[in-house]
């Protein structure tokens, strides 16, 4: 793979006139050129022979995604609209046609691996997102080890649990796993790379800032994965151990169990990737979808869509699935796909324009850890149950994680078997209720909501105890109103508006 940008040439025949190709490739060439110089700066300033040599190789493949945007930023590279297809059967395999034998076989060669980079900023948290506390006390830390350290006790196996940390969680997670140490399992914990924020004006790294030094670097999204395994040298290791398949899910996906239908059907079938995708609601427009493209199974994520096309895409009609981001991944299929390569997987480029703290307008050059389903042979999507994706990104779904819809098994929420339906309710809790402390505070406990379709709460709205929701409930407390929904009430097809305070005496 190329490091440097190519020239892009036009018309020879006027030797004078630069087309406008051919400015964009010079002008590309000029931004490589200067950007190398200025990385080359950053790695002269680590002394330590052995740091400096491992941040060496984040700045090459840094440089690699650079160079890539750069001459995706010239020639344009959007996807041709009239080649995405509807995957085809061969590439997307129902779940209920598994086999359902439940062995074990296969848990020897196994190793789960959790995405723990993010930061719980959304929901008003300092520190990692997976210290956050989602039910009984535990966090999404404690379930996810409960989880395979009872999958390891009730199959006499030894199922490594690893998390990719960046350099935000780090520090703060190796602290936390501390209380796990005697704990019938093995935690292994490695960092995805750290790559420069780039001024949006000049495309070169913004300037390290004396008060807030950490804001010029930013965790350059999963798709880093399968590098900074590489380059930490714990794929080696687990191949070393035995290892075969690695299941991949967010830390926040409390519906990310490892089944053994799923990786027994890897085993049967010699893939070398699995994405689990599920149908696709009204919530989940904007997710990730596979397709068919020129004969070949693609990831197509929103960001990579035609601006004409973007309703095409979130259509329920024409996508039906969308990508949970739980992954099955042969290792030995990684590790020959990186050394062929000779670097980072040529993964989609994800532009994130950003505004840091400071007022700057950078760009963060990121990508997705499932556009590589590309790259590997036998690769398919599994079309699983709605309950292998049971995420949290917003105190909406920690509302549903805490309530009656679920219990607690062995750190696995299973639907609560008098749910008469298999689908979740549908929750939008305003800015009143967006941070967790103010949304603790809201609710004396969290209502029964065994019977709710649809929930909407907006303003400053309370919940005293055994409250009870039933099909589609609206409470709306207007700026400067209050409402109170009083001890045992039971709201039923209710609009609630105005003001209402209850008084405790």
Excluded at 61 to 82: H, P, S, V
Excluded at 359 to 387: C, D, M, S, W, Y
């Amino acid at each position: 793979m190329a490091t440097k940008a190519d020239g892009i040439t036009g018309d020879k025949s006027h030797p004078h006139t630069l087309s406008t190709l051919d400015f964009k490739g010079a002008s590309s060439a000029a931004h490589a050129k200067a950007m190398r110089a200025e990385l080359n700066r950053l790695v002269n300033q680590v002394h330590d022979s052995d740091a400096r040599k491992y941040f060496q190789t984040e700045m090459d493949g840094f440089f690699i995604l650079y160079t890539r945007y750069l001459q995706e930023k010239a020639k344009g590279t959007k996807i041709d609209w009239e080649k995405v297809k509807s995957p085809s059967a061969e590439h997307l395999v129902q779940y209920s046609d598994l086999s359902t034998t439940a062995d074990p076989k296969n848990l020897s060669k196994l190793a789960v691996l959790k995405l723990n980079g993010g930061l719980g900023t959304t929901m008003g948290c300092v520190g990692p997102k997976s210290a956050i506390e989602v039910r009984d006390g535990m966090t999404f830390l404690d379930l996810s080890v409960r989880q395979v350290e009872y999958l390891n006790k009730q199959y006499d196996v030894s199922v490594p649990f690893i998390l990719m940390n960046s350099f935000n969680t780090d520090e703060e997670t190796k602290r936390i796993v501390q209380k796990y140490a005697t704990h019938n399992i093995e935690i292994l914990t490695f960092n995805q790379s750290r790559h420069p924020r780039i001024n949006k004006d000049s495309l070169l790294p913004m300037p390290r800032s004396p008060t807030s030094p950490v804001e010029q670097w930013y965790p350059p999204g999963h798709g880093d994965l399968y590098e900074s395994l590489f380059n930490s040298g714990l794929l080696d290791q687990l191949i070393a151990q035995g290892k075969e398949y690695l299941f991949i899910s967010n830390v926040d996906n409390l519906g990310a169990t490892v089944d053994l239908n799923i990786l027994n059907h890897m085993d049967e079938t010699d893939a070398e990737f699995i994405m689990e995708v599920t149908d696709k609601t009204k919530a989940d427009i904007k997710g990730g979808t596979l397709i068919d493209y020129e004969g070949h199974i693609r990831l197509l994520e929103i960001a990579q869509v035609p601006g004409e096309h973007v309703e095409d895409f979130k259509s329920i009609k024409k996508f039906k699935i969308f990508n949970t981001n739980n992954l099955w991944v042969n290792l030995k299929a990684v590790k020959r796909i990186l050394e062929e390569s000779d670097g980072p997987m040529d993964l989609e480029i994800i532009v994130n324009n950003k505004t840091t703290d400071s007022g700057e307008k950078v760009i963060q050059l990121e990508t997705a850890v499932g556009a590589a389903i590309k790259h590997f042979k036998n690769a398919h999507g599994v079309n699983v149950p709605r309950n292998r994706f049971l995420p949290v990104k917003s105190t909406s779904d920690l509302f549903l994680v805490t309530s009656d819809l679920y219990s607690l098994n062995h750190g696995e929420l299973q639907m609560n078997p008098k749910r008469m339906f298999n689908t979740t309710p549908l929750v939008k809790l305003g800015d009143h209720f967006k941070k967790v402390n103010n949304f603790l505070g809201r609710f004396r406990s969290i209502p029964h909501i065994l019977e709710l379709d649809h929930l909407t709460v907006t303003g400053d709205v309370t919940f005293g105890s055994n409250v009870q929701l039933r099909g589609t409930v609206i409470i709306v407390a207007n700026h400067g109103d209050r409402i109170d929904i009083p001890s045992g009430a039971i709201l039923e097809n209710k609009v609630v508006s105005g003001n209402l305070r209850i008084l405790d005496h």
